[in-house]
């Protein structure tokens, strides 16, 4: 096909802003930013943000648009954009476990994303490095229970929670959690828990998840616990997750040395001597790139390849 027209929504976000970096680095030409009305007509390098009305979605003028919004604004413009014409990449919470919707994380379940009606949900920033590494252990060994703890850089949370911590000294590192909480766990707990499963096509595994913001710029981390159906020495875990597409294994990962960095930073893979068949890890991973805007640019070419 020719050169894809791509709409990026939200372009003037963090998420939004890595995104049209991604996409020039990637070699696409034809790409507008969309943003809300107070952004419209800002300069971002050559492009000219545009308010993104349900009007200007729906033109017809788009072959893909790539959302990177709340949960509210995509479940009012999404539909906008499939009536119009274009496939959409949503990265908000609105799709992703909504049945029909393909939550995708290409080098895990990237074949799922061709089974899309006009959209494809991109999954949370600590779901995406969590189910690359999980992928190729269960395939070898069988999953029998996931326990996981992020810490998670203020970049999840927006320009305005970066701001925030740029302007705190760093003593006074302490960021709110951000999501809502039920009196049994986060939301964002259950979210990760739930779109792990979806993924990975295993809807009763066991996934127990705690998680916190820390006073960090860019990066997510997590502590990583492993139960597997059958024995996996670490060594020969080691070994599956440095085969694995999108993965990078390492002595310590850190969220700083993640910056930038496309793959997903695995390390201190180790047995955990107080179950069976256990497994301890650390991962590291740039939310705002394959947590974010790169998994959903991957989800697009995939779409693109196909077409």
């Not at 009536?83 to 995708?104: E, H, M, Q």
């Not at 694995?244 to 910056?259: N, Y």
Request: proline share 7%.
């Amino acid at each position: 096909m020719s050169e894809p027209r791509i709409g990026v929504v939200g372009a003037t976000g963090a998420v939004g802003g890595v995104t049209l970096e991604l996409l020039r680095g990637r070699g696409h030409a034809r790409v507008r930013a969309f943003a809300s009305a107070r952004s419209a007509g800002r300069r971002l390098g050559a492009l000219t943000v545009e308010e993104a009305t349900p009007e200007a979605l729906a033109a017809g003028d788009l072959d893909l648009c790539l959302f990177s919004v709340g949960a509210s604004a995509s479940r009012e413009l999404v539909p906008y954009a499939i009536d119009g014409g274009a496939v959409c990449v949503d990265k908000s919470a609105a799709f992703r476990l909504t049945d029909g919707v393909p939550l995708v994380v290409p080098e895990v379940n990237g074949a799922r994303a061709l089974e899309h009606k006009g959209m494809v949900a991109n999954p949370n920033c600590c779901t995406i490095p969590l189910t690359c590494v999980l992928k190729p252990l269960h395939d070898e060994a069988g999953l029998a229970r996931v326990r996981v703890s992020t810490y998670q850089s203020a970049s999840g949370a927006g320009a305005q929670a970066m701001e925030r911590l740029r302007g705190q000294a760093p003593a006074a590192g302490d960021l709110a959690m951000d999501w809502p909480f039920d009196g049994v766990e986060f939301d964002e707990e259950t979210k990760l828990r739930a779109e792990a499963q979806k993924i990975l096509e295993l809807p009763e595994l066991p996934i127990s998840a705690n998680c916190v913001r820390v006073p960090v710029l860019v990066g997510h981390a997590e502590a990583v616990w492993i139960e597997t159906e059958e024995p996996l020495p670490p060594e020969r875990a080691r070994a599956l997750l440095e085969a694995a597409p999108g993965i990078r294994v390492v002595g310590v990962p850190t969220p700083g040395s993640a910056v930038g960095i496309d793959d997903v930073l695995v390390g201190r893979i180790r047995q955990d001597p107080t179950v069976e068949n256990g497994l301890a890890l650390f991962l590291a991973c740039d939310n705002l790139r394959k947590g974010a805007a790169l998994n959903a640019i991957q989800i697009a070419e995939l779409l693109l390849a196909a077409a």
